[in-house]
């Protein structure tokens, strides 16, 4: 087990190497935050779906009412397209 300095960092580490190790931690917090904001968004879009209104969603997925909004707007737009596309099948 390495020794560690008043700041917690392990004896004999440069600063870079200090400095990477930060990084690194940073960009899986970041990654993280990412990655629950995404699964937030693909549950407003499952709620929407369903029929569910923009407010319960909000509250639901603790994301901000015009970002559902953005959302539901999204959704729309590319249901109509698609379902254009679909009908060019038939």
Do not use: C, W
Not at 31 to 47: E, F, S, V, Y
Request: aromatic letters at 2%; charged letters at 35%.
């Amino acid at each position: 087990m390495e020794a560690l300095d008043a700041e917690g960092r392990e004896v004999g580490m440069s600063t870079v190497d200090h400095l990477r190790m930060e990084g690194r931690e940073e960009g899986r917090i970041e990654d993280k935050a990412k990655g629950i904001q995404k699964a937030a968004q693909d549950t407003a879009r499952r709620m929407l779906d369903l029929g569910m209104e923009i407010e319960n969603i909000a509250l639901a997925t603790a994301l901000p009412k015009e970002e559902v909004e953005r959302i539901a707007n999204e959704t729309k737009y590319s249901l109509s397209s698609d379902s254009k596309s679909q009908d060019s099948f038939l």
